[in-house]
């Protein structure tokens, strides 16, 4: 915890509360056993967004640092196992084998390559690795990814993994494995879900959360912005996440990345202020759970991801390469990090 907080920053704060409620009228307020909201009505949300950005700024900093130092950010890589021909046909995805993007079909990686990956993520100042692998859900190769989480874990590394849907056994032999984070993102509201993805349900990506939690793993989830969403779209969004029975501890936001060949590609532009909104009242809603800035970092400016973290996240996946997508270079980042004063948690 910080002790150099903002002068003046409001210790009713400390839990994400709206506790003199100038965003707009609360709801009954309930805590859960873990001390903090999960009843956030859509008004108070709402009202959240229309604050002026200083004002939402301001208080999003203030929560930020009642549940974290400030100045420290969590950092992951993130490697694609097994890229391409992904047989859902999520609007925004490069993957997908309903869109001619150019990204071609790759087999699943070899576990010693994977290993070597996480070695070199690690000795740069990974503290998470994640791994992802562009599947509706594990099939016959699910043995060889529980081998690449063994061994990543016995690196002393925190383990992630997104393959899709899961069933409870499959969750389960991934915590057995020494799995920590699984990440399932819901990535847009409910209501504007089905304009994104039509393979599969809102729904289904819910009993896979689910199915997380019940195995005992720690949740990572979150959404995209960018997808010719509305701000209430986006409030529904965070609404869902907030609301859930425990928070996901690890909550990536993402900026949409405009791949060619996918039928998002031409999407209207967010606003950087938008963007910057989007992840102050996530940090409030959320106020300890780790929120990432995730895709898009390499559209952005230095001054839009310095406000970002000023919002509220404290996290960021590091490396030249997303799945398929561009990331700053480590050296950019480095670099940026030192600027601003803001070092690897754990360092
Ligand atoms: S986002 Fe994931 S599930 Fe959707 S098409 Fe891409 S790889 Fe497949």
Redesign the pocket.
Known sequence: MDSGSIPNARPDQSEGAPASHPAGPASSDRRAADGLRHDWGLAEIEALFALPFNDLLYRAAGVHRSHFDPNRIQISRLLSIKTGK?P???K??P??AHYDTGVGKEELMEVEAVLEAARAARDSGASRFCMGA?W?SPGKDFDVVLRMVEGVKALGLETCATL?MLNARQAEQLKSAGLDYYNHNIDTSPEHYDSI?TTRTFDDRLQTLDHVREAGLKVCCGGIVGLGETRDDRARMLQTLANMERHPESVPINLLIKAPGTPLENAPEVDPFDFVRTIAVARILMPASHVRLSAGRQAMSDETQALCFLAGANSVFCGERLLTTANPSPDTDRSLFGRLGLKPEGA
């Open positions: 992904c859902e046909d999520c925004y995805c993957q997908s562009a509706k899709g993805i």
